[in-house]
């Protein structure tokens, strides 16, 4: 079995000014800024991109951004694209996160011209996937779940797949402390990596991490990145503190 790196992400959502962001990119490259077991990236605002990005220069930590558009440039007021993130050193980018798609309407079309846009300029996509309450509770997870990837991952050929990130985030899991079990992830994940396999090649597939995402915190974390195919977690609010996301960071280390 091929072992895949752990991958922890911070994804700050719209919380932390610059000056905020700084100190808290200090904190986590002083705790785990050398260490190199872990893949640890982290997605500020954009107000916050470029500062946290200089706070984060020597170390091991990587920058990311939560959204970008999928031209390189033009009249599209309020929106940046990646060429501008490249230019600032950001290596990855979250798509398709749920708030993305159920408060500001992102369509699967949407955030897979985002997905090609990204590869084509050498950012790697942590791309979102994930069914609401509603969806579970009629039994539509894995329905749902493999349109999205079918759709998102349309026109990614096997060298962009390897670049891509998944990360399975439940949308009922989301901020609410509700966390999946670790049977209900692995389910999904293992499903994901199916699809990764139908798409990509086995090969491809099993180098690919799939991400858990919904409530993640150091005291769940252990178990659910113990499951075989969840290969890291992106943190919404305990990675806003340095403390916490060091944990995870941590914990995901400690998973053999
Ligand atoms: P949460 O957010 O950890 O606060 O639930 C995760 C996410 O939305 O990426």
């Excluded at 996160?97 to 996509?125: M, W």
């Excluded at 180098?207 to 659910?224: D, Q, V």
Aim: charged letters at 20%.
């Amino acid at each position: 079995m091929i072992s895949r790196k752990k991958f922890i992400a911070g994804n700050w959502k719209m919380n932390k000014t610059s000056a905020d962001g700084v100190a808290l990119v200090r904190d986590i490259v002083t705790a785990v800024g050398k260490q190199s077991e872990v893949e640890v990236v982290v997605c500020p605002p954009f107000t916050a991109l470029e500062s946290a990005g200089h706070a984060l220069e020597g170390s091991n930590v990587k920058l990311g951004a939560q959204n970008m558009h999928f031209e390189a440039s033009g009249a599209f007021t309020g929106e940046i694209s990646a060429p501008m993130l490249r230019a600032i050193f950001a290596t990855h980018v979250i798509l398709g996160h749920s708030e993305r798609r159920t408060i500001f309407g992102e369509t699967d079309e949407l955030v897979n011209r985002k997905v090609l846009a990204a590869l084509k300029n050498q950012l790697r996509p942590i791309f979102c996937v994930g069914e609401t309450l509603a969806e579970r509770e009629a039994g539509a997870t894995l329905k749902v779940v493999q349109t999205q990837v079918e759709r998102g991952l349309e026109g990614v050929n096997k060298d962009g797949a390897a670049s891509v990130v998944v990360a399975y985030e439940p949308v009922w899991a989301i901020g609410t402390g509700k966390v999946a079990t670790t049977e209900q992830a692995q389910e999904v994940h293992a499903f994901i990596r199916g699809l990764l396999t139908n798409l990509f090649t086995e090969p491809v597939a099993q180098k690919m991490r799939i991400l858990y995402g919904g409530s993640m915190k150091p005291a769940n974390a252990p178990e659910l990145l113990a499951q075989k195919d969840i290969d890291g977690g992106l943190i919404g609010g305990a990675s806003l503190e340095a403390r916490s996301f060091v944990e995870l960071v941590t914990a995901a280390a400690a998973v053999k």
